[in-house]
Structure formats: C-alpha cells, structure tokens
C-alpha cells in the first residue's frame, strides 16, 4: 500500500508542486515522507495488533465510567503525541502546517490498521469548526485544548427522531439568565434535549469532552423556528471550565443514557445522551451549560464547514478498510492450496493442488478489489489535493476546485462506502468457510465497513444531494468544469499506447451521464427525477472512478514494472467489468422509471 500510495502523491497528483505555496515553504519531499513514516509506524505498533481486541472487548458502562481497553488510550496518547491532531494548523499555535493531502494520506495508515480505535477525526473537525467559527475565547479555551489532545470532541447532530431530517431536531437552548450574553466564553444558554449516535460521547481517553450541539432557540412565542434556519451551535463540555480553561470541578449536566451496540466499528463508543434532565445540576439547577457559537440560526451552516473533509475521511476510512481486505484475502490466495488447473485434457488429480491465486474466478475478485480499492484511494487523494488548492490556490483555480468539490464530494464519501464495502464482501469470499469465521480479520473489516453508507449523511441522502443540487446548481457549472477536466484526460489518454479504446469508452460514458442528467430533470418534477437518485449516484461514480483510472494509467510509466502492469490491468478490469454497468444505472434515471415512487405501502 505504501508503494502505491507514494506513487499516487508524487507521480500522479504532484504532491511537491504544492511546496511552492508560502504556507507550505518551511517544508520539503523529506518531512513529508517523514510524517508518512511515523504515522505507518505508529499504526503498525499501537494500533494494528489491537483491532481485533478491541473488537471482542467492546466498551463497557459500569454505572459511573465507560470503560476501553488500555491499547485504545495508549493509541490516543500515541496518536495525539505525535502532533497529527494540529497537523494543518499554524506553527504559532503549535501546528505543521501539512497540506491537508498529507494529513489525510498520514491518516490512512491508521484507518487500515484499526480503524474504529480513531485518530480524532471528530476532535480535529470540532477544534477546526471553532477556529473558522468560533470567538478568540473559544479558540484559546477549547480548540487549542482539542488539538493538543487533552480534551477531545464530539458532534452532537442526530436525534433519535431527526436523523437524515436535521431540520426536525428538538433540543432546546434558553438564555442562561439576565448576564447571559456576558460570558467570557460566549452567550450562555441551558439546552435541554436527547442526542442519539454520538460517536466518541463518553470516554476516559482525555481529560474533558467538548460536544459541538446543534439545538434551537425558541422564539418569543416558545417555538422553535421550523426548518433548518431555526438551528443554532453550541459548545457543550462535559466538564465546566472557566475563562482560562481551568476545570471548575463542576460537572455539566450532560449524561450517558447508554451505549450502542453496533455491528462493527466497535472501538468507538457510540452513545445516547441525555443534555440538562437533571442528572448533573451546575450552579444549582438542571440544564446542560452551553455557549453559542456563530450567530443564532447558523448552526448547520458553520457545521457543513466541516462536510468536504469529514467526508473525504468517510470515504478514506472506507477506501482503507477495503484495501486492508485485498490484502489480507491477497496474501491468503497465495497461500491456499486448493483445485487443479482446467487444462485440454481436463484436471489431472495426481498433480499438486495449485494456490487458488491460479484461478481465473479468484483472481477476477483480486482484480475487483484492487480496481475498487486503489481507485478509491487515487479519487480521496484528488479530493484531498482540492481542498488544499481552495485553501491556497489562486483565486481562479481555488473557485474550480470549490466547484469541483462539490460534486465530487457526494462521490467521494459513497463510492468507497459501497464499492469498498463490496470488496470486503469479495475478500471474505476469496477466504472462502475460513473468511466467514472470526480465524481471519477479513469478516471484522465488512462489519466495520458496513458504517460508512450509513454515517455522514446515507447513500440515499448523498445521492439526492448530487442529482438534486449539486449537478444542477450554478446552472450546471460543476458539473460542466468536472466533465472538461475528464474531457482532458481523454484527450491525453486518445494518442498513448492501450489507452485509446477506454478514452473512447470513458467519453461515450461521460455523454451518457450527461444525457441521463437533462432526461432526469427534462419534465423539472423533482420526485420525478429523484426517485432514481441512487442509481444515478452509482453511474455517476463509476464514470468518475472510470476517469480517475484512465488519469492514474497515463502516470503508471513512472511506477515500477510489476506496478505499472498491475494498474494497467486494474484499468482493464474497471472499464471490461465495470463500467458497463452504467448503462442498466443511467437506464432507469433517463426514463424517470417510476415504479419505485409508484408502489403503495398496501402492496408490500
Ligand atoms: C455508528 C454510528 C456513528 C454515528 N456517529 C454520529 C455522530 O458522531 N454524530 C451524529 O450527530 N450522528 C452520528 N450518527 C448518526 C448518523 O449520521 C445517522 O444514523 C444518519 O444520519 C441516518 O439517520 P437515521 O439513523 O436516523 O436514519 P433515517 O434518517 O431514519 O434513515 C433511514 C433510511 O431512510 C432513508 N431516508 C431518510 N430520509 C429520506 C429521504 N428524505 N429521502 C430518501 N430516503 C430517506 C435513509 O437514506 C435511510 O436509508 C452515527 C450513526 C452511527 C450508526
């Protein structure tokens, strides 16, 4: 993996050029190899010999603590010692100022390795949501806290009855009292309401926890303003602290209603919390103590700050999850005895077994998973490379690369979530009896895997979010830069040596999704067009994943040979096996297809 993965940072996206930027000028090709390095050892020391241990000894509550196995705390203090926590931060305040490219490549390592122990993605999202939102108070008293990993955070968004509709959230928060716009660190309020699903909740990994809540201010008739404007952030610590950032030895009335107990993913708690029922009383009353971040009626907007990297790394957890299968079921098949080579005359039962890497079946279910997993990683790592460029690109290029973060994102927190997961499924069947039992790590990574279509908004939601908004918005102007940039690709892969046949594939592919798209919306009913979302969500990624394939083989001349042949034949596979799938997918959307919206609940 790591030869691949340096292929793709320096070979194919270029990872150097971004050294010319000032922000990145005090760094060079070795500290960024360097911070690849520590956090592959990091992973393979603290995190890897666990991930089955954490998966058998999933966190407990023994009515006052919740209790992780001691590898998981020293997976954190590791982890948040090593300075990752900070890494795109400025050096004033302790960062490395990294590309977010080599963040989210460093992070990987981690993900393949355990992914549910967790690098604090939900306490940097949260320390970088206040930086960008949050008063100077804030920054100082919870973000830098955060980011030195003395305190970690979490983001309280779903409710047990708001989950894909946010806008249904019924957590309140009322002035705390007269002064309550007073508060050195930020208007004060009391909220009081359930928080389902909070990842990471409660926890003796760190000090304190810092919830990021979204809940609404009632108005003067008592409602809460209906919709999603009526939605407002808070900061929420389990523990209260003052202005400094001193503990006050007070306990917020914040409190464990209980744990989760999930499929996989099973080195998180994942819990239901309980804010201001009464359980804690600070200053005497009931009342979780919260502090508005932004202005009232932002909440969701200052959350969706944090969407193009929170689902860049779903899908980077996804992707890794993935190749951690191929690999595993890789090496397996090469060592698995088992079946004799077809030949004219048949099977000869008096020679050796030959390892079932010799078969044609088991090697067309390697050839998916590579085509899946690697091409995942090259497409996070594109999305990733776009992030730094709409952070400190030139305006022009940083306004395409938001542009094409936009539409790309839906896709690069799906794809993976589902073909990855497919991977998974094909890796535990390469196994065959032995990957269907708890002998061989391949069956945990599917159940870990299975998370990531849920999470971060649902397939269905992220598919509605790219035929309904993100394709058709600015009159297509996504859409249109993202279909020039494969144009591009076509057009360089038209005159290379094997190239020519899926460049033509890939254009016929790309006015395909293009005609599917106008088809959809050509009668502007929404349920209309929606209803088939998700098949469109599919077509839609297999064309990108399709370009991203033909952009990685025009750089594969760099790559070694065996690598070289390799992605050659990945590329292959995608365009033989894959891509033609599109057109059952781009069938369905193009005609509106209606049965699905059409079927009554009587008829099941
Ligand atoms: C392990 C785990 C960790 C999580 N961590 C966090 C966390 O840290 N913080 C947090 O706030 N949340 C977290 N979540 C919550 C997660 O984001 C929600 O589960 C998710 O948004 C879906 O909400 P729901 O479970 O209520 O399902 P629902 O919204 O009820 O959806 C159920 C099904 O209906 C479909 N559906 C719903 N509405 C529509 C629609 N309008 N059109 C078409 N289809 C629709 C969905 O696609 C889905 O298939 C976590 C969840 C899990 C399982």
Same mark, same amino acid.
């Given at each position: 993996m790591r030869e691949t993965l340096d292929f793709l940072l320096d070979d194919w996206i270029g990872l150097g050029s971004l050294l010319q930027r000032p922000r990145f000028a005090d760094?060079?090709?070795?500290?960024?190899?360097?911070?690849?390095?520590?956090? /592959?050892?990091?992973?393979?020391?603290?995190?890897?010999?666990?991930?089955?241990?954490?998966?058998?000894? /999933?966190?407990? @509550?023994?009515?006052?603590?919740?209790?992780?196995?001691?590898?998981?705390?020293?997976?954190?203090?590791?982890?948040?010692?090593?300075?990752?926590l900070a890494a795109a931060q400025d050096y004033e305040i302790g960062g490395m100022q990294l590309p977010y490219t080599v963040e989210a490549a460093a992070n990987a390592f981690f993900a393949k390795a355990a992914v549910s122990i967790g690098t604090g993605m939900l306490t940097t999202g949260n320390a970088n949501l206040l930086m960008k939102h949050g008063t100077e108070a804030q920054k100082?008293?919870?973000?830098?806290?955060?980011?030195?990993?003395?305190?970690?955070?979490?983001?309280?968004?779903?409710?047990?009855?708001?989950?894909?509709?946010?806008?249904?959230?019924?957590?309140?928060?009322?002035?705390?009292?007269?002064?309550?716009?007073?508060?050195?660190?930020?208007?004060?309020?009391?909220?009081?309401?359930?928080?389902?699903?909070?990842?990471?909740?409660?926890?003796?990994?760190?000090?304190?926890?810092?919830?990021?809540?979204?809940?609404?201010?009632?108005?003067?008739?008592?409602?809460?303003?209906?919709?999603?404007?009526?939605?407002?952030?808070?900061?929420?610590?389990?523990?209260?602290v003052d202005a400094e950032g001193r503990l006050t030895g007070e306990r917020n009335d914040v409190a464990l209603a209980g744990l989760n107990h999930k499929c996989g993913w099973r080195g998180t708690t994942n819990t239901l919390l309980n804010f201001g029922e009464g359980k804690?009383?600070?200053?005497? /009353?009931?009342?979780?103590?919260? @502090?508005?971040?932004?202005?009232?009626?932002?909440?969701?907007?200052?959350?969706?700050?944090?969407?193009?990297?929170?689902?860049?790394?779903?899908?980077?957890?996804?992707?890794?999850?993935?190749?951690?299968?191929?690999?595993?079921?890789?090496?397996?098949?090469r060592n698995r005895p088992q079946g004799r080579p077809m030949t004219a005359a048949g099977k000869d039962a008096a020679s050796p077994q030959v390892p079932i890497i010799e078969h044609a079946d088991v090697k067309r279910m390697l050839l998916a998973q590579k085509a899946y997993a690697e091409g995942a990683l090259a497409l996070e790592l594109y999305c990733a490379r776009l992030v730094d460029e709409l952070h400190t690109g030139e305006e022009a290029s940083a306004h395409e690369a938001g542009l094409l973060l936009e539409v790309l994102t839906p896709v690069a927190k799906s794809w993976p979530s589902e073909w990855c997961l497919e991977a998974n499924s094909l890796a535990i069947q390469v196994l065959g009896g032995y990957g269907y039992t708890r002998d061989f790590p391949v069956e945990q990574y599917w159940r870990d895997n299975r998370l990531n279509m849920i999470h971060e908004g649902t397939h269905g939601i992220q598919a509605i979010d790219l035929l309904g908004r993100k394709v058709v918005m600015d009159g297509g102007a996504g859409l249109k830069l993202l279909a020039m940039r494969i144009g591009a690709t076509i057009e360089r892969a038209g005159p290379a040596a094997g190239l020519a046949a899926p460049a033509r594939q890939l254009a016929t592919a790309l006015q395909k999704v293009g005609a599917a798209t106008q088809a959809a919306w050509s009668t502007g009913v929404p349920e209309e067009a929606l209803a088939n979302a998700t098949p469109y969500l599919q077509a839609f990624g297999h064309m990108v994943l399709a370009w991203i394939w033909l952009d990685v083989a025009l750089a594969a001349g760099e790559a070694s040979e065996a690598?070289?042949?390799?992605?050659?034949?990945?590329? +292959?596979? @995608?365009?033989?096996?894959?891509?033609?799938?599109?057109?059952?997918?781009?069938?369905?959307?193009?005609?509106? /297809?209606?049965?699905? +919206?059409?079927?009554?609940?009587?008829?099941?």
């Amino acid at each position: 993996m790591r030869e691949t993965l340096d292929f793709l940072l320096d070979d194919w996206i270029g990872l150097g050029s971004l050294l010319q930027r000032p922000r990145f000028a005090d760094h060079s090709p070795e500290t960024f190899a360097s911070v690849l390095d520590t956090c /592959e050892r990091i992973a393979r020391e603290k995190y890897a010999p666990f991930n089955r241990l954490v998966d058998t000894e /999933e966190p407990r @509550f023994d009515g006052e603590r919740v209790i992780l196995p001691q590898a998981t705390h020293e997976a954190w203090k590791a982890y948040a010692e090593s300075g990752m926590l900070a890494a795109a931060q400025d050096y004033e305040i302790g960062g490395m100022q990294l590309p977010y490219t080599v963040e989210a490549a460093a992070n990987a390592f981690f993900a393949k390795a355990a992914v549910s122990i967790g690098t604090g993605m939900l306490t940097t999202g949260n320390a970088n949501l206040l930086m960008k939102h949050g008063t100077e108070a804030q920054k100082r008293v919870f973000a830098l806290a955060e980011f030195g990993g003395r305190w970690s955070g979490t983001m309280c968004l779903s409710e047990p009855q708001a989950g894909s509709s946010l806008s249904d959230v019924a957590t309140r928060a009322v002035p705390d009292g007269a002064d309550f716009e007073a508060d050195p660190l930020g208007p004060r309020y009391r909220l009081r309401g359930n928080k389902m699903w909070i990842s990471a909740g409660e926890h003796e990994l760190t000090e304190n926890i810092i919830h990021l809540v979204l809940a609404k201010i009632p108005g003067p008739d008592g409602k809460g303003i209906p919709g999603t404007r009526g939605i407002s952030l808070f900061i929420v610590p389990k523990k209260l602290v003052d202005a400094e950032g001193r503990l006050t030895g007070e306990r917020n009335d914040v409190a464990l209603a209980g744990l989760n107990h999930k499929c996989g993913w099973r080195g998180t708690t994942n819990t239901l919390l309980n804010f201001g029922e009464g359980k804690f009383r600070p200053g005497g /009353e009931a009342g979780a103590v919260g @502090f508005l971040v932004g202005q009232p009626g932002q909440g969701l907007r200052c959350m969706f700050h944090m969407m193009n990297e929170a689902r860049i790394g779903v899908g980077l957890a996804a992707t890794m999850l993935g190749y951690a299968g191929y690999e595993a079921s890789l090496d397996y098949a090469r060592n698995r005895p088992q079946g004799r080579p077809m030949t004219a005359a048949g099977k000869d039962a008096a020679s050796p077994q030959v390892p079932i890497i010799e078969h044609a079946d088991v090697k067309r279910m390697l050839l998916a998973q590579k085509a899946y997993a690697e091409g995942a990683l090259a497409l996070e790592l594109y999305c990733a490379r776009l992030v730094d460029e709409l952070h400190t690109g030139e305006e022009a290029s940083a306004h395409e690369a938001g542009l094409l973060l936009e539409v790309l994102t839906p896709v690069a927190k799906s794809w993976p979530s589902e073909w990855c997961l497919e991977a998974n499924s094909l890796a535990i069947q390469v196994l065959g009896g032995y990957g269907y039992t708890r002998d061989f790590p391949v069956e945990q990574y599917w159940r870990d895997n299975r998370l990531n279509m849920i999470h971060e908004g649902t397939h269905g939601i992220q598919a509605i979010d790219l035929l309904g908004r993100k394709v058709v918005m600015d009159g297509g102007a996504g859409l249109k830069l993202l279909a020039m940039r494969i144009g591009a690709t076509i057009e360089r892969a038209g005159p290379a040596a094997g190239l020519a046949a899926p460049a033509r594939q890939l254009a016929t592919a790309l006015q395909k999704v293009g005609a599917a798209t106008q088809a959809a919306w050509s009668t502007g009913v929404p349920e209309e067009a929606l209803a088939n979302a998700t098949p469109y969500l599919q077509a839609f990624g297999h064309m990108v994943l399709a370009w991203i394939w033909l952009d990685v083989a025009l750089a594969a001349g760099e790559a070694s040979e065996a690598q070289r042949q390799g992605k050659l034949s990945a590329l +292959r596979y @995608f365009f033989a096996y894959e891509l033609p799938k599109i057109d059952a997918w781009l069938a369905v959307v193009a005609s509106r /297809e209606p049965v699905c +919206r059409e079927m009554q609940d009587g008829w099941f």
